[in-house]
């Protein structure tokens, strides 16, 4: 979820569905509730670890026929997102 996707029916469905929403409330809601900022954050690292991998043309395209191969593409664009980081 984001927050444009923050009104109470979306939430309400994700509670039902056992998701923990970690959606801070848009600043003119009249009644904001409260969330984890920490899990806020690590939730913002994912989605910004899943841009680095798009970075690659074969992940981000994916013309593979075979999940497999789709697999081992996304496992090779993550070893070199590790290297390309520490060097």
Known sequence: MDKAYEDEETRNIAV???F???VPPKSN???PWNYDKK???RRNEVERYFLRL???RKVFTRYDK???SYLAIVYFAMILDVVIKHL
């Open 66 to 68: 075979l999940d497999s």
């Open 29 to 31: 809601r009249k009644s």
């Open 54 to 56: 798009k970075r690659f």
């Open 16 to 18: 039902e569905q056992g």
């Open 39 to 41: 899990l806020y954050k």
């Open 20 to 22: 923990s929403p970690v």
